[in-house]
């Protein structure tokens, strides 16, 4: 069973920075595919980005097209965290923030691919 806990989020103004980072443990990063999704109230969960399980010293990222450029996935598996960078902050990327991972490597920047849930940090931007 593996256990996440998201920290760091908080209330900025727009164009400002902040960096959440999601702590793991049952399992060890470099074999998890983990990744970062929001929601708002009323509204679907939705992708942010993703980070693959590690294939040798390769992993893959991708990223929803609303944070390209702007925002940037990574792990440290001495650390078994995960983070998400988040540059340039917008109105429009306030939301619950939440990790999410999975036991193989997959692709899929979807919530059905993904097996173990935080419980969510929230991100508020303010124009």
């Known amino acids: 069973q593996v256990r996440l806990v998201e920290s760091g989020g908080g209330s900025v103004q727009a164009g400002e920075s902040l960096k959440l980072s999601c702590a793991a443990s049952?399992?060890?990063?470099?074999?998890?595919?983990m990744a970062w999704f929001r929601q708002v109230p009323g509204l679907k969960r939705e992708a942010v980005a993703l980070?693959?399980?590690?294939?040798?010293?390769?992993?893959?990222?991708r990223y929803a097209d609303s944070v390209k450029g702007r925002f940037t996935i990574s792990k440290d598996n001495a650390k078994n965290t995960l983070y998400l960078e988040m540059n340039d902050l917008k109105p429009e990327d306030t939301a619950m923030y939440y990790c999410?991972?999975?036991?193989?490597?997959?692709?899929?920047?979807?919530?059905?691919?993904?097996?173990?849930w935080g419980q969510g940090t929230q991100v508020t931007v303010s124009s």
């Open positions: 049952g399992d060890t990063a470099s074999r998890l595919s």
């Open positions: 999410a991972a999975v036991s193989h490597w997959t692709w899929a920047l979807i919530e059905s691919a993904f097996e173990y």
């Open positions: 980070i693959s399980s590690d294939v040798g010293d390769t992993r893959n990222t």
